[in-house]
């Protein structure tokens, strides 16, 4: 079965760090793009990172370069997105998506106080 889940979402205080994960099962996430969504509320959704594995290639929006990045787990077949130096502008639901395969996550809120 094709599935993207997302967990690590939560609370975070100002200025604090949080890890979210996208574990993929069904294929391996080593053939396609794959990229982190985020969306606020009452805004539209976001694109913010994207990992090609197979050409070792990141990339990262503006609102996010510098302090989140894409780590990965091949054996876990697990995308992870490390997130730092969080403000009030990155309370949003986050999203994993492998585009080439139309399949999205279900989704896992991030909430960071001031």
């Known amino acids: 079965q094709v599935q993207l889940v997302e967990s690590g979402g939560g609370l975070v205080q100002y200025r604090g760090s949080l890890r979210l994960s996208c574990a993929v099962s069904?294929?391996?996430?080593?053939?396609?793009?794959i990229q982190w969504h985020r969306q606020a509320p009452g805004k539209e959704r976001e694109l913010v990172a994207e990992?090609?594995?197979?050409?070792?290639?990141?990339k990262y929006s503006d609102s996010v370069s510098g302090r989140f990045t894409i780590p990965e787990d091949g054996a876990k077949n697990t995308v992870f997105l490390e997130m730092n130096s969080l403000i009030p502008d990155d309370t949003a639901t986050y999203y994993c998506?492998?585009?080439?395969?139309?399949?999205w996550g279900q989704g896992t809120a991030v909430t960071v106080s001031s």
């Open positions: 998506l492998v585009p080439t395969r139309g399949v």
């Open positions: 069904g294929f391996s996430y080593t053939l396609y793009p």
């Open positions: 990992l090609t594995a197979f050409s070792f290639t990141r």
